[in-house]
């Protein structure tokens, strides 16, 4: 399954037009949460550079405290047997790339199974390698007062 869930990778073939460097970040950023839908923890890891950095802005307002969950920990908890999807869902992405750095703010949603649990933005840094690009650092915020799209909502 981590075949499928892949970033896009740097060869194409059979005359295939390569994605743009917007369109293969951008999907980069969905095997990300592909992967965290599937429970992957195999697809996570590969999106990830080796000095990735997760972090989150929390606190009241416009001031924050900043919290980091290491990588392998997270890896490793997408990966643990759940009885409620992990779904975080996306919209108005904003993609931004010189050369072989690029920068995603991604507004998003999280569904605890079919429960929202919080939204905020993800701000997100990756890196081209060889095989594709890879995210460098991710910073999140979460709240619990976002306004969604009705698209990426979740019916109940």
Same mark, same amino acid.
Not at 36 to 48: L, P
Not at 73 to 86: H, I, K, L, T
Not at 90 to 117: C, K, M
Not at 118 to 137: E, M
């Given at each position: 399954m981590a075949?499928a869930?892949?970033?896009?990778?740097?060869?194409?073939s059979?005359g295939?037009?390569?994605?743009?460097?917007?369109?293969a970040?951008?999907?980069?950023?969905d095997?990300?949460?592909?992967?965290?839908?599937?429970?992957?923890? &195999?697809a996570v890891? =590969? #999106?990830?550079h /080796? !000095?990735?950095?997760l972090?989150?802005? *929390?606190?009241?307002?416009?001031?924050? @405290?900043?919290?980091?969950?290491?990588?392998?920990a997270?890896?490793?908890s997408?990966?643990?047997?759940?009885?409620r999807v992990?779904?975080?869902? &996306?919209?108005?992405? =904003? #993609?931004?790339? /010189? !050369?072989?750095?690029?920068?995603?703010w *991604?507004?998003?949603?999280?569904?605890? @199974?079919d429960?929202?649990s919080?939204?905020?933005?993800?701000a997100?840094?990756?890196?081209?390698?060889?095989d594709?690009?890879?995210?460098?650092?991710?910073?999140?915020?979460r709240?619990?007062?976002?306004?969604?799209?009705a698209e990426?909502?979740?019916?109940?």
């Amino acid at each position: 399954m981590a075949g499928a869930l892949s970033p896009v990778a740097s060869a194409q073939s059979d005359g295939e037009r390569a994605p743009t460097a917007e369109a293969a970040v951008r999907a980069t950023i969905d095997a990300l949460f592909d992967g965290m839908r599937a429970g992957d923890s &195999t697809a996570v890891r =590969e #999106v990830f550079h /080796d !000095g990735t950095r997760l972090h989150t802005a *929390v606190g009241p307002g416009d001031t924050a @405290g900043v919290s980091r969950t290491p990588v392998d920990a997270f890896v490793e908890s997408v990966g643990q047997p759940r009885e409620r999807v992990w779904d975080e869902r &996306t919209w108005d992405v =904003e #993609v931004r790339v /010189d !050369g072989p750095l690029a920068s995603a703010w *991604v507004p998003y949603v999280f569904y605890l @199974g079919d429960e929202r649990s919080h939204c905020g933005v993800n701000a997100v840094q990756l890196v081209r390698q060889g095989d594709g690009w890879r995210i460098l650092q991710l910073t999140d915020t979460r709240r619990q007062d976002c306004d969604v799209p009705a698209e990426v909502q979740k019916s109940r």
